[in-house]
């Protein structure tokens, strides 16, 4: 049987419902700007840590929304805390505070709890 040069690909589709938002519901109660994000990437781009590492902040927020917490619980550690992103957030979106949070939540909820 001939293959025609292409195959057919995992479905890449996301089961939001199986994820867990404990992470960010935690973080949205404590700091209300988390919620106005809307991914633009400023914080991203200024980011001195992003631009020596993968570290993306973006990328991070993102996942968290989404519930796939195992790559933000990795990353969130590299954030140098250093408010470059507070300053250029066209949201006023408190990224600092997040990140903060985002490392109490992960104390709080350990990765076989979540």
Same mark, same amino acid.
């Given at each position: 049987?001939?293959r025609?040069?292409?195959?057919?690909?995992?479905?890449?589709?996301?089961?939001?419902?199986?994820?867990? #938002?404990?992470?960010a +519901?935690?973080?949205?109660?404590? +700091?209300?700007?988390?919620?106005?994000?809307? +991914?633009?990437? /400023?914080?991203?781009?200024? /980011?001195?840590?992003?631009?020596?590492?993968?570290?993306?902040? #973006?990328?991070?927020?993102?996942?968290?929304?989404?519930?796939?917490? +195992?790559?933000?619980?990795?990353?969130?550690?590299? /954030?140098?805390?250093?408010?470059? /992103?507070?300053?250029?957030?066209?949201?006023?979106?408190?990224? #600092?505070?997040?990140?903060?949070?985002?490392?109490?939540?992960?104390?709080?909820?350990?990765?076989?709890?979540?």
């Open positions: 049987m001939d025609f040069g292409f195959s057919i690909s995992k479905g890449r589709q996301i089961d939001y419902d199986a994820n867990s #938002r404990h992470i +519901e935690f973080i949205s109660e404590r +700091e209300p700007s988390f919620r106005v994000c809307i +991914e633009c990437g /400023c914080c991203s781009a200024t /980011c001195t840590t992003g631009n020596f590492t993968s570290f993306s902040l #973006r990328e991070l927020q993102i996942l968290m929304k989404r519930g796939e917490n +195992e790559k933000v619980r990795e990353n969130i550690k590299k /954030c140098m805390l250093c408010g470059k /992103c507070t300053l250029v957030c066209p949201r006023g979106v408190n990224t #600092r505070n997040v990140v903060t949070l985002a490392r109490q939540a992960f104390q709080k909820f350990p990765a076989n709890a979540v």
